[in-house]
């Protein structure tokens, strides 16, 4: 007992204090290791204090820690690594080899390269942002990508929001605040947990009216319900989900012409929305922006970052008197868009005015309509590259796999793939995921029966050269 108690006090005794630690890590700057050369002081005192913290409390807690571990080289090395750790940036790049394209959790949409040179400008220089240069007025930020808008969708006005939640949210609150909103059962959507149509109906202040079944509605089941408070008939393109078997929505012109007879606009939350028709590359078909302005409807909201393929915003498109007057509502203010995503919607949009431009320069598009064989050349690639440096710790192969468009939009749809697999012999599938997922270049994969998956679908040519890297360090000879 008491013998132990003076190993514990001996061990103590050896943490030296924080000002011996720091001039060890002053002294030992050795030109290759990042630790303490131009470090802001506070974090090298906050990586010290907190690495001998870490020593005592192990030592106070009775584990058996050897005196080694209390060496000058060990807390050294130790300090530097919780110093490389707090150096290293929160926001940091992956690369996803899940096959899910518009995969939310890692960022949404990949921005083209013209695109990122035009937010490094945004970015460091001063802008007409809402300045008119031609009459050196005040002008609406709103403008520098309306007419575009209106060019690719056909639609009479247009404006942008940070989001398509405050798309929704901002419309309902122009149009239907204290009013009735007619909404069908089958469309009262969840898209990932912190955005429920319900929810934000609550918000705006309208109140909604359900009608109809989960599984049909029809016009009549709208047309009963409509009365003086009546504001707006609400259609949700259910994109995250499907209704399958007996069931039966109202098409959107049926609405609209229901909205005509009563004189109640017509709007419609389309989610995803595509400015293309990508059912030629073997897709299901989704209505086009185009397609649902064209029926006449009165408001279109849809994302930037889902099938557009741009940064996160949400864009509003409509008849002009109602895209007028919400303009107008003092909450867009609130939920205006920054520069960068005004020049980064900018630049995205204009390469839809050709669409072979489009397909193969926006990220998002090229990676849902890669071809197999550019799919399977990329694999042979990556398997050249990796396969005999990492073959004592791990068996790669050629695998075909399915890809997913993510973000909500077309849930059942699978897309053909190529991937790599990655069988690791020693370790078990869940500590690879884990090492790919902690290495210095996270690589963020997915787990198939056992087996685990990188999807060349999600993954650009460039990042090949990074994740052959990653593999070898993690699986390699060395590794
Ligand atoms: C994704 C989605 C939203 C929310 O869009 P964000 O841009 O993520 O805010 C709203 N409605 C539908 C139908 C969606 O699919």
């Known amino acids: 007992m008491n013998s132990q108690k003076n190993t514990k006090q001996d061990l103590l005794r050896l943490i030296p204090n924080v000002d011996e630690v720091l001039k060890w890590l002053t002294e030992n700057v050795d030109g290759e290791n990042i630790a303490s050369a131009d470090a802001p002081r506070?974090?090298?005192?906050?990586?010290?204090?907190?690495?001998?913290?870490?020593?005592?409390?192990?030592?106070?807690?009775?584990?058996?820690?050897?005196?080694?571990?209390?060496?000058?080289?060990?807390?050294v090395a130790r300090c530097r690594e919780k110093l490389a750790q707090m150096l290293r940036p929160n926001f940091r790049t992956v690369i996803n080899a899940t096959g899910v394209v518009i995969h939310t959790n890692l960022g949404r949409s990949v921005l083209p390269e013209q695109t990122m040179q035009t937010l490094l400008r945004a970015g460091s220089c001063y802008s007409n942002l809402e300045m008119d240069l031609s009459t050196g007025k005040r002008g609406s930020r709103y403008s520098l990508v309306e007419e575009i808008l209106c060019d690719l969708t056909g639609a009479e006005a247009g404006l942008v929001v940070n989001n398509n939640a405050a798309a929704v949210l901002l419309v309902l609150d122009t149009l239907a605040k204290e009013k009735e909103v007619i909404v069908s059962r089958g469309q009262l959507v969840e898209i990932g947990g912190s955005f429920r149509i319900p929810d934000v109906m609550a918000r705006s202040g309208a109140k909604l009216v359900e009608v109809g079944a989960t599984n049909r509605t029809h016009l009549k089941d709208y047309e009963d319900v409509i009365n003086e408070e009546t504001s707006l008939l609400l259609?949700?393109?259910?994109?995250?989900?499907?209704?399958?078997?007996?069931?039966?929505?109202?098409?959107?012109?049926?609405?609209?012409?229901?909205?005509?007879?009563?004189?109640?606009?017509?709007?419609?939350?389309?989610?995803?929305?595509?400015?293309?028709?990508?059912?030629?590359?073997?897709?299901?078909?989704?209505?086009?922006?185009?397609?649902?302005v064209g029926s006449g409807v009165d408001v279109v909201t849809f994302s930037g970052d889902k099938l557009l393929g741009g940064p996160q915003a949400g864009i509003i498109v409509g008849k002009k008197t109602i895209i007028d007057t919400i303009?107008?509502?003092?909450?867009?203010?609130?939920?205006?868009?920054?520069?960068?995503?005004?020049?980064?919607?900018?630049?995205?949009?204009?390469?839809?005015?050709?669409?072979?431009?489009?397909?193969?320069?926006?990220?998002?598009?090229?990676?849902?309509?890669?071809?197999?064989?550019?799919?399977?050349?990329?694999?042979?690639?990556?398997?050249?590259?990796?396969?005999?440096?990492?073959?004592?710790?791990?068996?790669a192969s050629l695998a075909k796999t399915a890809s997913k468009v993510g973000g909500g939009a077309l849930p059942e749809q699978d897309i053909a793939s190529w991937a790599v697999s990655l069988l690791p012999i020693d370790r078990t599938v869940a500590e690879l995921e884990r090492n790919?997922?902690?290495?210095?270049?996270?690589?963020?994969?997915?787990?198939?029966?056992?087996?685990?998956?990188?999807?060349?679908?999600?993954?650009?040519?460039?990042?090949?050269?990074?994740?052959s890297e990653s593999l070898c360090g993690l699986l390699g000879e060395n590794g």
């Open 327 to 395: 303009k107008k509502n003092p909450l867009n203010r609130a939920l205006r868009i920054d520069k960068f995503t005004l020049a980064g919607l900018e630049s995205i949009l204009r390469f839809y005015y050709d669409e072979q431009q489009a397909l193969q320069n926006v990220p998002t598009l090229a990676m849902l309509t890669a071809t197999k064989e550019v799919l399977k050349r990329r694999a042979e690639k990556l398997l050249r590259r990796v396969r005999k440096k990492i073959e004592k710790k791990c068996t």
């Open 42 to 75: 506070r974090l090298v005192l906050q990586a010290i204090r907190d690495s001998l913290e870490e020593q005592r409390a192990v030592i106070l807690a009775g584990e058996k820690i050897a005196r080694e571990a209390l060496s000058r080289e060990v807390i």
């Open 436 to 467: 790919l997922r902690l290495a210095e270049n996270p690589v963020i994969g997915r787990i198939e029966n056992d087996i685990f998956i990188l999807d060349m679908r999600t993954i650009q040519d460039r990042e090949i050269a990074l994740l």
């Open 235 to 292: 259609k949700v393109h259910t994109s995250n989900y499907k209704i399958i078997g007996f069931t039966s929505e109202v098409p959107l012109p049926d609405l609209v012409a229901l909205g005509a007879k009563h004189g109640l606009p017509v709007m419609e939350d389309l989610g995803s929305g595509c400015l293309l028709d990508l059912s030629a590359f073997g897709l299901q078909k989704e209505p086009t922006v185009g397609e649902v």
